[in-house]
């Protein structure tokens, strides 16, 4: 039966006009992002002829094509369908949201002025978010811009008070730059209470501990941290500095 209805299937695909096709290519490309089957959605996704395609199916296909590479940690062509999203579509949501992974990418690939560049515009059009300002407080840090840094963190958790990257972005940089060291304590310590199995937090929280002077409690948390990622060569180092042993 399931071979009769296999062949069925395959006769409709065959009568299906190439607008058709490439329509139903689309629908299935975007099913299968959305299920996370990002490989599966590209190979479904780069078939798919624009041929016929309205300009805002064009775009759909270049956003959906664009977030598939770049879940795929392959960034560069990713960014390429990205910019043509922001070119050539009319809705400004979509164009908002490409803006937004446009500066997560840049920020993650080491070019923070773009980043700056694409959230700033987002800003000036109207938009405001957590995300937003999480992301350019990151882009600043980079830049080791602290107190702009600490500006947008602290924006970020006028929006959102339990947000846990804005708490352990601004406990890490105040503890960091000595700034506040019991303010850093206690950002740091929510952002584990919220989260207590992310490795990034539990090492703010030991870096926090290790500038306050607390040698006994940073190298448990750093210790916690290192277990959760042995590999993350930021906790190495910190994990070193601490205890004076590599992992």
Sequence with gaps: MAEIDRAKQQDADRRDSPLEAAKKGLREGKRLFNLSRW???LQELLKVSTS???QEETTELAYFTGLSYAKLGNYEDGLLYLEQVIAGSKDPLRIAQCRLTLAYIYVITNRAKLAEFELGQLLKNGYVSVQIYTTLAYAAWVQ???KQAIEYYEKAL????N???ALNGLGFILADTNVDLIRALRLCKRAVDLKPQNPAYL???GWAYFQYGDIVEARTWMRKAAELAPQNEDIRVHLKVVTGKSL
Aim: glycine share 6%.
């Design 52 to 54: 016929g395609f309205t």
């Design 203 to 205: 090492d703010s929280l």
């Design 39 to 41: 490989d599966m959605a």
């Design 144 to 146: 080791k811009h602290n």
């Design 163 to 165: 947000n846990t990257t």
């Design 158 to 161: 006028e929006i959102d008070q």
